[in-house]
């Protein structure tokens, strides 16, 4: 059991040589306070206390509300359907038959009458270089934004999308080099060439990248061609301006999740929501005078993920995942963009248990996950308010990390202790701080 000891009766001259040793960040921390980042990682054999997975249940109730055309509001709508896509996918044979044989349709595309997603068709089509874009102008369904720049009979909307998908295509397959998707060229009844097909319809969701027959099969490797859901109604719940930086950023996330069904459909679900939304911030990076910047929308998946900064990065709870978006900031800012695209080549190979794959992504940069980890947890307390120029490039709009309040320590001596219930799980971290006692000025710990 961790034990963490104390003592006010140390000298100032001892506290100082302390310091001296400590990294050069801690310090200016030691002049006031001392603050203990006490990061715990098991042994990777031993299971996170939280699950890993949603429940089955849970994805297929998501999946039944997620077919509807009309009715819903912005609370409702989910960032991705893709946790609860792949949770569906992934206990397939464990579902019952008769749920089987109705969510069948659920793989079908929208245009077809055997498809849940079908409302009433969606007959026109815009092509661009790489996508085909289907919608309607009718119905539950239809593109509901103006046709103001350009004037042209096609919804403004419409053409905002296709500019965010060519240009993910530029960035992520010209520009950084990953996989282009496999697209549908063989599947006559699929779609039929090598355009990607883009399926603008309502549901409450922003969007969502469907996997359709597998190319290649092993344990742990799928490879698959797929087709995208795009919301038809975003100018409708967001209006004209947030509704265009939900749509281009949603497009830039779908895409890179097309992209990892390329390398491995079976890469580490956590991983895929993390990276997809990671990517938003390359594609849409606000350097262009009034482009999105995606930077700027972080807060919501940020201010979950450090509340809880002792929970697994492997948590896949539906949100979580999404604040995991911290960890490829982290590790493309400390270490280069590629690392992504080697992480997902390595995983193409398969996906190994325990993080096999970050191991060998991270040896090949003269490091281990175990130091890669503590190291992470270090910048996540170099935020907000505390943010250094040394770590985060935008770690002034990131939250700060929560630190528990009986984890604050200014009486002494204490010896603090932590079972398997408090201690932080498999890849968290838990913050201790301990400040001078009332009417001192210094403390050193021993």
Request: negative net charge; charged residues 20%.
């Amino acid at each position: 059991m961790p034990k963490v000891l104390v003592s006010e009766k140390n000298q100032p001259a001892q506290l100082k040589i302390s310091c001296h040793r400590l990294h050069s960040v801690f310090r200016v921390l030691c002049l006031v306070s001392f603050v203990l980042w006490w990061t715990i990682c098991v042994q990777p054999l031993e299971a996170s206390t939280r699950s890993q997975n949603l429940d089955v249940s849970a994805a297929l109730r998501m999946m039944q509300q997620a077919k509807v055309h009309s009715g819903y509001n912005v609370e409702q709508m989910e960032k991705c359907l893709l946790p609860y896509i792949s949770t569906v996918t992934d206990n397939w044979k464990s579902i019952p038959k008769t749920f089987r044989n109705d969510m069948e349709a659920m793989f079908q595309r929208p245009d077809s009458p055997q498809s849940w997603w079908y409302g009433s068709g969606l007959p026109l089509q815009y092509k661009t270089p790489h996508f085909v874009f289907h919608y309607t102008k009718t119905g539950p369904d239809a593109v509901l934004s103006e046709d103001i720049s350009p004037l042209n009979g096609i919804p403004d909307l419409v053409e905002i999308c296709a500019e965010a998908f060519e240009k993910s295509y530029s960035v992520e397959i010209l520009q950084m080099g990953f996989k282009p998707p496999y697209d549908d060229y063989w599947f006559k009844d699929r779609g039929g060439d090598e355009k990607y097909d883009v399926y603008m319809f309502s549901g409450p969701w922003l969007g969502f990248t469907m996997p359709e027959y597998p190319v290649a099969v092993q344990s742990t490797t799928t490879m698959m061609p797929i087709f995208f859901g795009i919301n038809s109604r975003m100018y409708e719940y967001f209006g004209s301006s947030e509704g265009r930086r939900y749509a281009e950023t949603t497009c830039a996330h779908e895409f890179l999740h097309s992209v990892q069904f390329a390398y491995n459909y079976y890469m580490p679900r956590w991983f895929m929501e993390a990276t997809s939304t990671w990517i938003e911030r390359i594609v849409y990076d606000g350097v262009d005078q009034d482009e999105t910047d995606a930077n700027n929308y972080y807060t919501n998946q940020l201010t979950y993920w450090f509340r809880y900064p002792d929970w697994s990065l492997t948590v896949f709870d539906g949100w979580h995942e999404y604040g995991d978006v911290i960890w490829p900031i982290f590790l493309t800012e400390r270490y280069d963009v590629d690392i992504i695209r080697d992480l997902y080549e390595d995983m193409s190979e398969g996906t190994f248990r325990e993080l096999g794959n970050f191991y060998d992504v991270l040896d090949s940069r003269g490091t281990t996950l175990g130091v890669a980890f503590k190291e992470f947890t270090l910048w996540n307390y170099f935020t907000k308010n505390r943010h250094d120029e040394r770590f985060y490039s935008y770690g002034f709009d990131y939250p700060p990390v929560s630190i528990h309040l009986n984890d604050t320590h200014r009486e002494y001596p204490v010896q603090v202790e932590f079972d398997r219930e408090q201690a932080p799980e498999n890849l968290g971290a838990r913050y201790i701080r301990f400040l001078p006692a009332p009417g001192q000025q210094t403390l050193s710990i021993k």
